[in-house]
Structures are given as C-alpha cells and as structure tokens.
C-alpha cells in the first residue's frame, strides 16, 4: 500500500551488551525512547519492517563488497556475535522473501541494489529488532549501505537509495515500515571509544530533521570522520530515511550521548 | 602484509561455527587456507590484539575476536592503545586512512572532541 513508518535510531553493541555498566538512569531514558518508538511503528500495523543498516563484516566483505544489497530470504539468523557479549540470544527472524523480490525489482529501477539469499544479523540489526519487535513476530527485510569498507557508498547515492525504497514501498500493497540505524558520533571498537562530539551529533539531526539533502550528503568521509569518527559513516543510514520520508515532518524524540555505549543515541520518526 | 587475508579469515571465524571449531581443534591448519605472513600468523595465534591493531585490523572485525577469545573490553581498548605504542601507528587499512587515538590523518588535525563523561569512560 505504502510507506506507513520510517524512522531512525541506534544500534550500538554496548546498548543492550554492556547495559548492566551504564548509568541506569541514562539507560532506562534511552529503553523508554525505544518503548515509545515501538508502540508508534506498533500503531502503523506494519506488514514488513525494512531496516537499513550499516552492518559490520558479518554478510559483505571486501571480497565483493556492494555498494547496497537487500534480504530476499523466508528467514534470517542472527546475532552472530556471542549472545553474552551482546546480550541478545540468536534467534531466528521471520522475513519475506517474495516481497523483498518485489521491493528489489522497483529499486533496480534507478539504484544498482544487490539482494542476498543469504544474510545473517550482526547487532547493526538485532539491537534494534531486540526493542522494536521483541517477540520477532513481524517481517523483517533486511538492506545495508556500505559504511564500514572504503570506498564507502557516497552519501548522495544513500539519498537516493532512500528515495527508491520509498517508490518501492508506495507500489507494493503492503504496509511496509522503515528503520535506518546506526551512527551518530563514534569511533567504535577503537581505542578512541569513549569519545561523542554532541555538537556535531546535534547538527547532524538538525540536517536530517530539516531533510536538508545538501546538507546531508556534503558530509564526505573526511569531514565525517574529523567530526563524528569512523562510526559518523554510518550516517548514511540517517540519510536514506530523509530521502525515503521528503514532504513529510520529521521528529527527533531522543538524544542523549552515553558514553557507555561509546555512541551519541538518537531516535525519531516521520509523521506518515 | 596480507591484511586482506588477515581480515578475511577473521570475518569468517566471526560468522561461521564451523570455523570457529576448527580454529579451536587446529588452529594452524586454519590459518594455512590463508595467505599470512609468519607475523601474522603469531599475532593470530597468540590472540595479540595489539599488534593486530597496529596492523590494520578493524575494529568491528577485530573486538569479536577479542570476545571469542574472552578478552574483556576494557582489556580489549587497553591492549589496543598498548598495541600501538609497542609497534608504533597503524600500518594500512582504514585507521591509517581517517587517523585514530590521537594519530592525525592525511596531516589534518584531529578534532576536540566533547568528552565529559569520558572519566567514567574507560570501559566504554
């Protein structure tokens, strides 16, 4: 039928890792936001929820690392990491590998998406599924942007991947739902971890909240990283949802930088 | 310097079991599918996140490794930082390319960052 839900928001291993060290007020504020992001995408009675992520090495590698690549499978395993060190269990998760041909076939039309049959979650997708569809009951179809393997997918096409998830959805009967995670500021995983530049984290939203295209894909990969670390490349993902949801309000519900989760935390959403 | 094959031998431990098995009954034999040099093969055996880092290793990559051989996280950012000042700035890969801990790239600066609540951060 259309786009019913697209949103935006965190997927940092530590959120539900390492959720026992974080300040515990810190942490039940952003479970909130997750809770409230829930029930609005809940409110939509989505037939699919198509995430855009920025996966970790878990599917893509630079043996043959495309630029986009969508889920066309019945199912999907995941997390691949330890369920301890992430603190969510591996599971199996519902897909629809029919739809996901047709969300594909429209996307050809003007974005070079691969698809895979195969595809296993790392926490890029499980964190958020973990809050927003914890029983693991909905459709998930699941898309990644490259954001971790240099050449990285340049921003402008992350705009235009959104813009063609957003025709594709507006031409299948379904009502499908939309999640980009990841960013803003970080340098995961490396010995610069704790850092959080909120400022930039601030604009960053500002852009997105504006649907400022300009703005938000003048943020190349040496700027990105001077401001927001290696983990601002996953803002790619933030971008697409603007270019999926251009004529409707955006809403940033939720920021907050944690530290122990080494990433400044944003949710928000379009009103569809 | 294979960092290529570093990594890729990395990336499929972190999502196959089946490696995962293997690596633990013989992990020699493993590493052989790959083309590694001697240094790397220590590294790799010898679970040295440091000097991995210092060659190249990504994060993302490389902290699930740290995990699969139950390294904590504050062990794992402590070995990482103790990595570098051992061997010295990370050789290739994509932190020699944006710069890290302080390490400038392609001679920008590296920003000021908001670090309040870094005093709380070691762990993070």
């Not at chain 1, 259309?2 to 949103?7: R, Y």
């Amino acid at each position: 039928m259309s786009l019913v839900f697209a949103g935006i928001c965190p997927h940092a291993p530590g959120i539900t890792g390492r959720a026992h060290l974080a300040d515990p007020a810190a942490k039940d504020r952003l479970y909130g936001a997750f809770d409230q992001m829930r029930y609005a995408l809940e409110a939509t009675k989505p037939d699919a929820l198509v995430v855009v992520a920025a996966e970790h090495f878990a599917n893509f590698f630079m043996d043959n690392m495309p630029a986009f690549s969508i889920g066309m499978a019945d199912s999907y395993q995941g997390p691949i990491e330890d369920p301890d060190w992430l603190g969510i269990p591996t599971t199996m998760v519902p897909g629809n590998a029919e739809l996901s041909n047709r969300l594909v076939d429209e996307i050809l039309q003007t974005v070079d998406v691969g698809y895979a049959q195969e595809w296993k979650f790392d926490h890029g997708i499980a964190v958020p599924l973990n809050f927003l569809t914890p029983r693991y009951d909905l459709a998930v179809i699941p898309a990644n942007i490259n954001c971790q393997g240099p050449p990285l997918t340049p921003p402008h096409r992350a705009w235009a991947f959104g813009e063609a998830l957003r025709r594709a959805a507006e031409q299948v009967p379904e009502r499908i739902a939309l999640v980009g995670t990841g960013g803003i500021s970080h340098w995961p995983a490396t010995p610069d971890s704790v850092k959080i530049n909120q400022e930039w984290d601030r604009q960053i939203l500002d852009q997105w909240v504006a649907g400022d295209r300009q703005a938000l894909i003048a943020n190349d990969d040496v700027s990105s990283y001077l401001q927001g670390g290696q983990g601002a490349f996953e803002i790619r993902t933030h971008i697409a949802i603007a270019g999926a949801t251009q004529g409707y309000e955006r809403t940033v519900t939720y920021y907050e930088p944690i530290p122990m989760f080494a990433v400044g935390c944003a949710l928000g959403w379009a009103a569809i | 310097m294979s960092l290529y094959y570093v990594q890729k031998f990395l990336y499929n431990l972190n999502r196959d079991d089946g490696v995962q098995a293997q690596f633990r009954a013989d992990p020699r034999a493993v590493l052989a599918e790959y083309d590694l040099t001697e240094e790397e093969i220590e590294a790799l055996l010898g679970s040295d996140i440091g000097l991995l880092f210092h060659l190249g290793v990504n994060g993302q990559i490389l902290m699930h490794f740290a995990a699969f051989e139950q390294i904590e996280w504050a062990d794992y950012l402590r070995l990482m930082k103790e990595g570098i000042e051992k061997h010295g700035p990370v050789r290739e890969g994509v932190y020699a390319v944006t710069g890290y801990g302080g390490v400038p790239a392609r001679g920008e600066p590296v920003p000021t960052t908001d670090t309040a609540e870094s005093g709380k951060g070691a762990m993070a």
